[in-house]
């Protein structure tokens, strides 16, 4: 199992970017498929971006173009790099790991978009 915590969450301006952090722990975190999820207030908690174990990605297309997703192995960290951000993009923002039907959770980190 891995043990995870976010970073780098906070209030920016629409237009303004910030870079999310993922700390893994615990475990062989290469093995593992890394996803961003968020969750608006009074919303479901929806899929933003997955990086696979082998490096591929995968985006919800209300991001596309806008956010990256990448992985330091070597620094057991995944990252969530959002640029051009809107209004809509402000919810709470979880890191999860997922192998052989498991998933795991991080807490979460709020990300406020807002002039």
């Known amino acids: 199992q891995v043990q995870l915590v976010e970073s780098g969450g906070g209030l920016v301006q629409p237009g303004g970017s910030l870079r999310l952090s993922c700390a893994a722990s615990?475990?062989?975190?290469?093995?593992?498929?890394m996803n961003w999820y968020r969750q608006a207030p009074g919303k479901q908690r929806d899929l933003v971006a997955r990086?696979?174990?082998?490096?591929?990605?995968n985006y919800a297309d209300s991001v596309k173009g806008r956010f990256t997703i990448s992985r330091d192995n070597a620094k057991k960290t995944v990252y969530l790099q959002m640029n051009s951000l809107l209004p809509e993009d402000t919810a709470v923002y979880y890191c999860?790991?997922?192998?052989?039907?498991?998933?795991?959770w991080g807490q979460g980190t709020q990300v406020t978009v807002s002039s």
């Open positions: 999860n790991a997922e192998w052989g039907g498991r998933m795991y």
């Open positions: 615990g475990s062989i975190f290469s093995i593992y498929h």
């Open positions: 990086i696979t174990s082998g490096g591929s990605t």
